[in-house]
């Protein structure tokens, strides 16, 4: 038994040579909606970056994104391919992204521009971290109408036969999956704990990051189980993926940061 696939057409605007794609317009929607509620946390007080800021701040983040996400796909996921089509590296149109890489990308934006802007890395992370998280569902969606990046064989009765997959098999819809849990269920439950947090004077800088690394380690480990491996990687270590090890990092960084954040004082207001 299977759920039929939803075939929705990639492009969602073609006229004449212009095609826009859902898949940019999923990303566009993301960072839309990271906006307003960046733009909310600083109207509240809740973030030390005004609105001129914020809009260099994504800026920086775009670039930051695309560059870590593509750099790392292309080192650590196919490495031997672009060696031996190099001028495929700048197609990233095509795909071949990592979210993994993206954080990393924009971690090193977000410290650039603390050294530019003199805010503390920290609150200019904990903000995106807050924001960035429910974005996350909108690019997974993406992946769904795209097919890409579909599960492993199941049987499961929601399972899927994707227009992509050459076995033609019912798979599980994990893109969906990551959506709900990577993006909904992981973006409420950080506002709700910030809040809590907040209102109780236990929040320090450094908490809102902790809480994503950890949270979207753990939530993509453990969803990576019905994910089907990189057909170029497969799996690297016994029967853990790329995405499993490289969450596993995620986790360790967020549980560190978070220990120390819990020794610091309350520096930062908890309205």
């Known amino acids: 038994m299977t759920i039929p696939f939803p075939h929705i057409s990639p492009i969602a605007i073609g006229i004449g040579p212009f095609k826009l794609r859902w898949y940019g317009l999923m990303y566009a929607a993301g960072y839309t909606l990271g906006f307003f509620l960046a733009r909310h946390r600083i109207d509240t007080g809740r973030s030390?970056?005004?609105?001129?800021a914020l809009d260099r701040l994504i800026g920086y983040l775009v670039f930051g994104?695309?560059?870590?996400?593509?750099?790392?796909?292309?080192?650590?996921?196919?490495?031997?391919?672009?060696?031996?089509?190099?001028?495929?590296?700048?197609?990233?149109?095509?795909?071949?992204?990592s979210f993994h890489g993206a954080i990393i990308g924009m971690a090193a934006a977000c410290a650039l521009f603390s050294r530019r802007r003199k805010i503390a890395l920290l609150d200019i992370t904990d903000l995106v971290a807050l924001c960035g998280a429910p974005g996350l569902f909108f690019g997974r969606l993406g992946n769904f109408i795209n097919a890409e990046l579909y599960g492993r064989p199941t049987t499961v009765p929601w399972a899927m036969i994707f227009p992509t997959d050459p076995l033609a098999v019912p798979r599980h819809p994990s893109q969906l999956y990551e959506a709900l849990g990577e993006g909904a269920l992981l973006g409420v439950a950080l506002w709700i704990i910030d809040s809590i947090a907040r209102r109780r004077g236990a929040y320090?800088?450094?908490?809102?990051?902790a809480l994503f690394l950890v949270g979207y380690g753990v939530i993509r480990f453990l969803i990576e189980f019905t994910r089907q491996p990189d057909a170029q990687l497969g799996f690297v270590l016994g029967p853990f993926s790329m995405g499993q090890l490289l969450s596993v990092i995620m986790v360790a960084t967020g549980a560190l940061l978070?220990?120390?954040?819990?020794?610091?004082?309350p520096n930062v207001s908890t309205v």
Do not use: C, K
């Not at 030390?48 to 001129?52: E, G, K, Q, R």
């Open 48 to 52: 030390p970056l005004d609105l001129a």
């Open 65 to 97: 994104m695309l560059i870590g996400a593509r750099l790392t796909y292309v080192l650590i996921y196919d490495r031997a391919e672009y060696a031996a089509h190099p001028l495929e590296i700048i197609a990233i149109w095509r795909g071949g992204l």
């Open 204 to 209: 320090r800088r450094g908490f809102d990051t």
């Open 258 to 265: 978070l220990a120390l954040a819990s020794r610091a004082p």
